[in-house]
């Protein structure tokens, strides 16, 4: 399996080596680190990460989660919390047959002090959570084990055959398009936006679009924007107007 494991800001260079040495034994070897903020090459990563020294040698740095999860079909987060205006994490079993459809699966942790923000968490389109007992605080790399674990454990169980999925490059720019819309025909406004955008995320997300998919609603967009600036050329309607009558509630 193409499994990514993506590391965000990581602080302790034992915690990134542990973790490569937890995909090692799971199988996974596409490490990438995100604004990482230690040397996670020291003697000290190196030690933990043990015989997963080359593995830890040729992660990938990226300064923003958006970039390391460009190429990826499927994004994973980690969570332990409930967030507002997200979906609830799940249990990792619960996932794998999702991400043993993805051609190309990402698993996405946090910093070890705070975990995953919300706006990371946005660009995931599915959170898990580790079940735990009453003290649910997990070092990274046990995390990183026990996701992987559950993920790669199939992997010699026959894949069943979908279709290829868009990017989350190509999403997160459709959803980028999708608020530029919203914002020219006052569907919502600045205060709004956020949580209006993070419902479209949710149902968009769960139809797994493909890329053609993904272009096919971007060009239905650009007809929009397309037709509101005709109309304020001519003189029949103003680029912009009041919130939309439709705009989501916040129960919904």
């Not at 460009?70 to 991400?99: E, F, K, N, W, Y």
């Not at 959570?129 to 990183?144: D, E, M």
């Not at 069943?160 to 406004?189: F, W």
Request: aromatic letters at 4%; one cysteine or more; hydrophobic letters at 40%.
């Amino acid at each position: 399996m193409n499994l990514a494991v993506v590391l965000v800001s990581p602080k302790t260079p034992g915690n990134v080596g542990a973790a490569a040495r937890a995909m090692l034994n799971m199988g996974a070897s596409d490490l990438r680190i995100v604004a990482p903020r230690c040397d996670y090459l020291d003697s000290q990563a190196l030690a933990m990460a043990v015989h997963a020294g080359d593995l830890l040698r040729s992660a990938r740095v990226f300064p923003t989660l958006r970039e390391a999860l460009g190429d990826r079909d499927l994004s994973v987060g980690t969570s332990a919390r409930l967030r507002a205006d997200l979906p609830a994490p799940r249990h990792p079993a619960l996932i794998r047959p999702m991400v043993r459809q993805a051609a190309a699966p990402a698993l996405v942790f946090g910093p070890e002090e705070t975990g995953l923000i919300n706006s990371d968490l946005e660009q995931c389109q599915v959170t898990v959570r580790i079940p735990t007992g009453n003290y649910a605080s997990l070092n990274l790399s046990q995390a990183v084990l026990l996701v992987c674990y559950e993920f790669l454990q199939g992997q010699d169980e026959p894949i069943p055959v979908t279709r290829k999925t868009a990017t989350r490059e190509e999403m997160e720019a459709m959803y980028s398009h999708l608020h530029e819309t919203m914002q020219l025909i006052g569907y919502t406004d600045a205060v709004r936006a956020r949580h209006t955008l993070r419902l479209w995320r949710a149902m968009l997300d769960r139809g797994l679009l493909s890329s053609a998919e993904s272009r096919l609603f971007r060009g239905f967009l650009r007809q929009v924007r397309w037709k509101v600036e005709d109309a304020a050329a001519r003189g029949t309607t103003s680029a912009r107007t009041g919130a939309a009558e439709l705009e989501p509630t916040q129960e919904e």
